[in-house]
Nanobody, 117 residues
Framework: VQLQASGGGLVQPGGSLRLSCAAS????????MGWYRQAPGKMRELVAA???????NYADSVKGRFTISRDNAKNTVYLQMNSLKPEDTAVYSC????????????WGRGTLVTVSS
């Protein structure tokens, strides 16, 4: 199983970016998909998560600015980030809880988001 993330980059404060993460490989189903981030010198934190049924959960710091969604047919999760702030600068990683022989967490390679003028 592989998770391929894309969409990071440099954006000015107030700007927008969209991250994507696609799961591939052999598995039965994908349970929860989510995005985490880690800023320099800080612990990794959950940004947003979404269940297979579409129930979402957001960190307080991104509520109203970020939107997580998923396309179950494409095994892909998206993170639309609007009104970006310098404090959103971090390496963003996608995570998926996948059913194979049991439930297991898989991680994609992080993508850097830099918010700076």
């Amino acid at each position: 199983v592989q998770l391929q993330a894309s969409g990071g980059g440099l954006v000015q404060p107030g700007g927008s970016l969209r991250l994507s993460c696609a799961a591939s490989g052999s598995f039965i189903s994908i349970n929860i998909m989510g995005w985490y981030r880690q800023a320099p010198g800080k612990m990794r934190e959950l940004v947003a998560a979404i269940t297979s049924g579409g129930v979402t959960n957001y960190a307080d710091s991104v509520k109203g600015r970020f939107t997580i969604s998923r396309d179950n047919a494409k095994n892909t999760v998206y993170l639309q980030m609007n009104s970006l702030k310098p404090e959103d600068t971090a390496v963003y990683s996608c995570n998926a809880r996948i059913a194979r022989l049991g439930l297991q967490d898989y991680w994609g390679r992080g993508t850097l988001v830099t918010v700076s003028s």
